[in-house]
């Protein structure tokens, strides 16, 4: 059977510990002689992720192990989100309602919706997360405000990473599980194998963007 990216993260474990970075572009120059300085910032914006499996015997290990070799190195992609914080602060944890992007053609670093609950104070927090696509489309996003409803149900929400292609009109808002598309930080594949057949793996991944 042909694999298809991107693949879903193994369930045989959970992950023991993720370290997430938000990378921005931004250049800097410094006048040697007043210190002034200049900064651009560019729109290159991307996450990156370095993942460790707890410690597991060769059954379960395995399958992590098929997991990662499948990817060919950086050639494949999987599906990535924060495991800790996979459901929202907010009330969108409990009544999302149907959030929906409310117009097309919006990139940037804010997104309007609508299809929430009707003012609804604290919808989402500062550090949820949100999903925009799905499949080899999502692209994992962080509230950077807490964000509340208006009477007719619509929001806009301050977001890092940018949205850099524009979703379309009515598309749907993932507010809880949500993922994006990584794929692994280098073409070699490691894992360690310890006394008692114990398994130790490690692997760094960086949002795909294509």
């Not at 938000?22 to 370095?50: C, D, M, Y």
């Not at 149907?98 to 940037?108: I, K």
């Not at 379309?168 to 930080?185: E, I, K, M, Q, Y």
Request: charged content about 15%.
């Amino acid at each position: 059977m042909t694999i298809s990216f991107p693949l879903t993260l193994p369930t045989v474990t959970g992950i023991s510990s993720i370290d997430l970075r938000a990378i921005n572009v931004v250049s800097i120059s410094e006048s040697p002689f007043t210190l002034k300085q200049q900064v651009v910032a560019h729109t290159g914006q991307r996450w990156e992720a370095e993942v460790t499996i707890p410690p597991i015997k060769r059954e379960q290990a395995e399958v992590w192990v098929s997991f990662l070799v499948s990817l060919q190195g950086v050639r494949g992609t999987f599906l990535l989100g924060d495991p800790a914080n996979a459901t929202p602060r907010g009330s969108a944890s409990s009544a999302p309602g149907t959030p929906l992007v409310n117009g097309a053609s919006q990139t940037g670093d804010s997104l309007t919706i609508d299809g929430c609950p009707a003012s609804a104070t604290g919808y989402l927090k500062a550090g949820d997360y949100i999903q925009l696509g799905g499949g080899s489309t999502a692209t994992l996003h962080k509230v950077l405000q807490d964000v509340n409803t208006n009477g007719s149900g619509q929001a806009t929400i301050d977001l890092w990473p940018y949205i850099r292609n524009a979703p379309s009109d009515n598309s749907t808002v993932v507010v809880s599980n949500a993922v994006g598309v990584f794929r692994l930080g280098s073409n070699e594949t490691n894992w360690t194998i310890r006394d008692a057949a114990i398994y130790g793996i490690t692997f760094p991944a960086i949002e795909a963007i294509v």
